[in-house]
């Protein structure tokens, strides 16, 4: 009697362990209901964007959700899984029709039918907005082998924009086409080497989106790659007159002011420098002044002088150095 009795307890104890180890959610394996209704949503849909919604299965268990796509002709594959009924999907070519269809997947991994398929084709609906923030340095350093207009902008921001073109003239009222076109590019900078030292080019840009809508042109700007000021006097280690020379240099075109530095070695150890404005006259010229620092007697002294084509610290030119002894 009693060893029937330790059997029937062996077998509710073991049935009971059983029951206590198994996990309900590891013999799910029914897969949820499928997505329907996908479709786009027109308010949120944009230039060369696609906002897909559609309705969640019954299933409470649903976690993700696993967007396919196809392009045109080519078979469906998986773009992204998302949580959420919804899914954005930007930088689409206009010209290409795409079919859409989701699946949904439950936390034991179960994957449900396809959703019905949805086939679109992105609008363009609006121009992107001109480059902005346009600026313009122009350079001729002789000593880098440096002659060029430089262009900065800040980036565009649309989702279908495409590529910046490049426009220049050199007068200031200009159509940009194609006969005043120089490049195409997506960077934010340009660099123009194609310029002659002494001539004025003016400069506007326009913005394309992946559908070829341009937007309006920017503002005009423009700028000058200097001529190369050449230093007169004092030169070639002549000694001046007295602890305060005056300089004399040539006046280039379209230079709006000028800064001379005088050094103690020809390379380093700037001692001086004044800035002034440019004249009308063809020869600049500043005398060393009486107060403050002073040039030493009977000492080789160095100097040279920059040139601004803008109200700027942006050195456009500068002459070579060139030195002078004082009595």
Not at 49 to 78: C, H, K, M
Request: hydrophobic share 35%; net charge negative; charged share 20%.
């Amino acid at each position: 009697m009693i060893k029937r009795y330790l059997l029937i307890l062996l077998a509710i104890s073991l049935g009971l362990f059983m029951w206590s180890c198994s996990d309900p959610e590891e013999d799910d394996v029914t897969a949820p209901g499928a997505p329907s209704n996908i479709n786009y949503d027109p308010n949120q849909s944009g230039d060369g964007q696609i906002y897909l919604v559609w309705d969640a299965p019954s299933d409470n268990d649903v976690t993700l959700y696993r967007v396919y796509r196809a392009d045109g002709s080519s078979a469906f594959s998986e773009i992204i899984a998302v949580t959420e009924t919804f899914y954005l999907d930007s930088n689409l070519d206009y010209t290409i029709e795409y079919s859409y269809k989701v699946t949904a997947e439950d936390e034991s991994g179960n994957v449900s039918p396809f959703s019905n398929v949805s086939t679109l084709q992105p609008l363009n609906l609006y121009s992107p907005a001109p480059p902005s923030g346009l600026m313009i340095k122009a350079h001729n350093i002789p000593s880098a082998f440096t002659l060029n207009v430089e262009l900065t902008w800040i980036a565009n921001t649309e989702g279908d924009f495409s590529h910046y073109k490049v426009f220049r003239s050199e007068v200031g009222l200009f159509i940009p086409d194609a006969t005043t076109e120089i490049d195409s590019l997506s960077d934010i900078y340009y660099y123009d080497q194609n310029v002659i030292a002494g001539t004025t080019y003016y400069y506007k840009l326009i913005a394309y989106d992946l559908g070829g809508k341009g937007s309006d042109p920017t503002n005009v700007v423009s700028d000058t790659p200097l001529e190369e000021p050449i230093l007169i006097s004092p030169i070639e280690s002549v000694v001046v007159s007295s602890l305060n020379p005056t300089f004399y240099w040539t006046n280039v075109d379209k230079a709006v002011k000028y800064r001379i530095i005088i050094r103690e070695e020809q390379l380093t150890d700037d001692y001086w420098e004044s800035t002034i404005p440019a004249t009308d006259a063809s020869e600049m010229s500043i005398t060393y002044p009486t107060s403050g620092w002073v040039l030493d007697s009977n000492r080789q002294y160095f100097w040279f002088v920059s040139a601004y084509s803008q109200d700027t610290d942006e050195v456009n030119t500068y002459t070579a150095v060139n030195a002078f002894r004082t009595p």
